[in-house]
């Protein structure tokens, strides 16, 4: 029996075998492949928007990536130097935002969405356009980035004349040896032929659509994780506060009878999972009456809490809140951040802000967005 393909069907399959494989990168001398993509200014792109630059650099890149994110602010500047040159600077994020796992996510507080590469560019004050290719990520099958950052730049003729990395040195503190990106554009707006073509190129793979199955084995595995809870007394708090751990820790006080602490409880699950792996730890205080400790065990099953877990063992919520912090007034949920040596550096009665929670996780010294 002879079984037909449909050309669209085909054309799936190859792309997913692409993509399973990784793109091949565009050799030296190919025309620059168009696209149409939507900028976080809400504007459309395509090679045409940038006809009258006589260079044409572009960067795959994106938000979560350590790497990226080390290098956004030396894409700014090489789009300054050459801003009198009429050179354009375009970064393009093409990752699939379904395809990320949360521990991938440890040196950022923003995954690849298009909501969140508009707050990463209002954030770092972007000079050059982003771009989104992450639902069909066609250009980056065309031109076939390696990792991100990976900047392919292109002369007036739209011919690849360099592709590769931006420097050599990951670390924004360090001083780079070779500025490959910005000698291969210099040449260029000097009329002379790139002396150094190709690098290679470090930094984070691509997430292609292929990779969305990590996103569930990475949630069906936390359903293995054990779960638990101890019962804490003040001194038990009081150690806990004084932090003599080499960890950020992040403390929740919580309660199964509090609807703002179960509605943001996802959101600290969240933290812990992107987190942990790093210099960091998630703990909870359940503030239900020691009686209540199978029931908050319950809760804490449900979701997927394999943090540390503790419920106070006395009835006296006074001597809780004193234990926790004397300028509690006593509201739930409270929230706050201890650096290692027990300085609060974060308190919140109420529920938090998701985002600044996370924000100041990685913003934190003992945190941070680089290796």
Known sequence: MRIYLSVAFCMILLANVVMAQGAKTLAIGSAAPDFHLKGVDDKVYSLKSFADSPVLAIVFSCNHCPTAQAYED????????????????????????KAIRLDELGYTDMGDTFDEMKLRAKDKDYNFPYLYDGDDQSTAMAYGPVATPHIFVFDKDRKLRYNGRIDDVEKPTGTPKNKDAFNAIQELVNNKPVSVPT????????????KEHGVQDEEAAWAKEPVSIETIDESGLKE?????????????????????????????????????????????????????????????????????????????????????????????????????????????????????????????????RFY
């Not at 690098?199 to 292929?210: Q, R, V």
């Not at 974060?346 to 010294?365: C, F, R, S, T």
């Open 240 to 368: 806990l506060i004084s932090n003599k751990t080499d960890k950020l820790r992040l403390i929740n006080v919580w309660a199964t009878w509090c609807g703002p602490c179960v509605t943001e409880f996802p959101d600290f699950m969240q933290m812990h999972h992107m987190y942990r792996n790093r210099d960091f730890e998630f703990v909870s205080v359940s503030a239900d009456n020691p009686d209540k400790k199978e029931k908050a065990l319950k809760f804490l099953q449900g979701k997927h809490a394999s943090n540390k877990n503790y419920i106070f063992n006395v009835e006296d919520k006074y001597k809780l809140i004193e234990a926790i912090d004397p300028n509690w007034q006593g509201a739930l949920p409270y929230t706050i951040l201890v650096e290692p040596g027990g300085k609060i550096v974060y308190a919140k009665q109420g529920p938090i802000d998701a985002k600044k929670m996370k924000k100041a996780i990685v913003e934190n010294k003992y945190i941070g």
């Open 74 to 97: 030396r894409i700014k500047t090489l789009t300054s130097e050459f801003k009198a040159k009429k050179v354009a600077m375009v970064v393009i994020s093409s990752n699939d935002p």
């Open 199 to 210: 690098t290679k190129t470090f930094g984070c793979s691509m997430k292609w659509i292929t």
